[in-house]
């Protein structure tokens, strides 16, 4: 999946994560954890003679570089679905392998919030899938509303558009631990600008992108593809929406798989302060088995040495930005904590570019490491056709380049974490987070608060921190990986004994996520489930 990087003051280390970010600095009735969900279902939707015409839609299915493309209508307020103000979805499915043993449509979500699950098929996502479960579902995704492909699509302006209002003097580096009143007036104007940028284009369709009117996509989705019951795996931001999607719709769930759990009961601080010293424990973990995993091409040849390496680095470049080669642009410590960070997904995959990248800097060179931290950057190093996210996959189908989307997750992964969770209005409750965040986890602890603070004036949503209530909800499986820093260990944990239930597997590994990455055991168990409803038995660890 790709992650979103934000330039200037917010660095956000939720990187198509953090599906309910939750911030307390001071705790009041509003964010109690034990608050019932506002929007549970109290009558059957797809009763509701507004809602009739969206329930009873016939998807029509076309060719699409190799897969099969359609698009799903739904209302954008379900408050008002009679208003005629709608979104239309984007859908992608890989058809089942065995029609004769087909079981129906096994839906999948990313993560992100904001990544999209049709490029994400088109990517050749469907390989994380195994042979088993391809054979008895149609593989199917979607862009959900606001994101990528669908229509409206979330549009905060150009990508830079916060910088476009800097003077032209001003090359100073942006602190990612703003101590002085001066630097934190600049990270709240940062924040307000990008707030202003979203509302000016668009603020009609920002109130309705949040995660309670995706779950209900999900059921509109659902009955236009022919099935009584929902079949889900949701991946990181996907656990989330999944978990949503069970509260509002117990009656209607056939299998749940939730792998990188979010904990949808934790405030925002606690989570924000989890997850930064999580990362940081990701970084140690790279200085300790780097040399096991790419051998001779770390930065250094001992732990202790990478991790100076590491740290000589955030100095260097909190003052003295390194250059990247065939642009104008530096390197500071936010493109840095980003790179470094995005590595933490995929060790097996991404350790050894960002040993490569650090070695690189070392010598002052930081172009490797942008493209790390920004793999759509411009360099005079990186303009070939296949180092492009839009290029296709080798030996695919090249219309599903031609298709493919404008990515905007970068601010779709703000716009629905804002919304979906309540945030202080109140600059003095991230400033006094902060501070403890530099104590437990340094730049990257700040680094995770300062990205929360775009959240301040952003539309409010309904949700609230919760524990789940989901009464008749069948068995749910939740996936935990030891060393996942991005969704801890921990939340899946939380979340197995919140719902009624609900089943933990638990993968010993680092990175982000384990079906699709991991092994078999997790493999095979996530088949039986998804397939025969097979139950995973309490304490299964692999």
């Not at 104007?189 to 509302?199: L, N, P, S, W």
């Not at 770390?298 to 930005?321: E, F, M, Q, W």
């Not at 290029?391 to 716009?415: K, L, Y």
């Amino acid at each position: 999946m790709k992650y979103p990087t934000i330039k200037r003051g917010s660095l956000i280390l939720a990187l198509a994560v953090l599906g309910a970010t939750t911030l307390a600095g001071c705790h009041d009735a509003a964010e109690d954890t034990h608050a019932q969900p506002t929007a549970a279902a109290t009558a059957d939707p797809a009763e509701r003679s507004a809602l009739q015409a969206f329930y009873q839609q016939k998807l029509t299915w076309t060719p699409c570089g190799g897969l099969q493309c359609a698009t799903l209508t739904v209302p954008m307020d379900y408050a008002h679905p009679e208003n005629g103000q709608t979104f239309t979805l984007r859908l992608a499915r890989e058809a089942a392998a065995d029609p004769v043993q087909r079981i129906g449509s096994l839906v999948f979500n990313p993560g992100g919030p904001g990544s999209s699950g049709v490029d994400q098929l088109k990517d050749g996502g469907v390989s994380s899938f195994s042979e088993r479960t391809r054979a008895r579902f149609d593989i199917v995704s979607l862009d959900p509303r606001g994101v990528a492909g669908s229509k409206p699509a979330i549009d905060c302006g150009p990508s830079d558009a916060t910088d476009q209002d800097q003077p032209a003097s001003d090359d100073t580096p942006t602190s990612v631990y703003p101590t002085t009143d001066a630097e934190r007036n600049a990270a709240l104007a940062d924040a307000a600008r990008q707030v202003a940028a979203c509302k000016a284009h668009s603020g009609a369709i920002l109130p309705h992108v949040g995660t309670l009117d995706a779950a209900r996509d999900l059921d509109v989705l659902r009955a236009a593809l022919g099935d009584e019951k929902l079949s889900y795996l949701g991946w990181s931001y996907g656990t989330y929406l999944g978990t949503v999607y069970g509260e509002l719709f117990p009656h209607r769930v056939r299998a749940l798989v939730l792998d990188g759990a979010m904990d949808p009961s934790l405030t925002w601080s606690e989570q924000t302060l989890q997850q930064g010293k999580a990362f940081q424990k990701s970084v140690d973990d790279y200085a300790q088995q780097c040399a096991t995993v790419v051998h001779d091409a770390c930065p250094a040849t001992t732990p202790d040495g990478i991790r100076k390496v590491i740290t000589d680095l955030y100095a260097r470049t909190s003052k003295h930005p390194l250059r990247i080669k065939g642009t104008d642009e530096r390197l500071d410590q936010n493109l840095l904590l980003t790179a470094i960070t995005t590595s933490m997904y995929t060790p097996e995959a991404q350790w050894q570019d960002l040993s490569e990248a650090l070695r690189a800097a070392r010598n002052g060179d930081g172009t490797k490491l942008a493209e790390l931290a920004s793999p759509g950057i411009s360099t005079q190093d990186s303009n070939s056709d296949s180092n492009s996210d839009d290029s296709p996959d080798a030996g695919s189908d090249p219309s599903a380049s031609a298709e493919q989307a404008p990515d905007n997750s970068s601010v779709a992964i703000t716009a629905v974490n804002c919304l979906d969770q309540p945030h202080p209005r109140d600059p003095q409750p991230y400033w006094d987070l902060l501070e403890r965040a530099h104590k437990e986890a340094g730049a990257i602890g700040t680094s995770t608060v300062l990205a929360e603070l775009t959240c301040k004036d952003w539309p409010a949503g309904q949700q609230q921190p919760h524990r789940v209530h989901a009464d008749g909800l069948p068995p749910v499986l939740v996936v935990g990986t030891t060393g996942d820093p991005a969704t801890l260990y921990p939340w899946a944990q939380s979340l197995a004994t919140q719902l009624p239930g609900g089943m933990l597997l638990t993968y010993k590994g680092l990175g982000h996520t384990a079906y699709g990455r991991s092994n078999a055991c997790v493999t095979d168990a996530v088949d039986a489930y998804l397939t025969d409803l097979k139950p995973v038995p309490s304490g299964t660890t692999c």
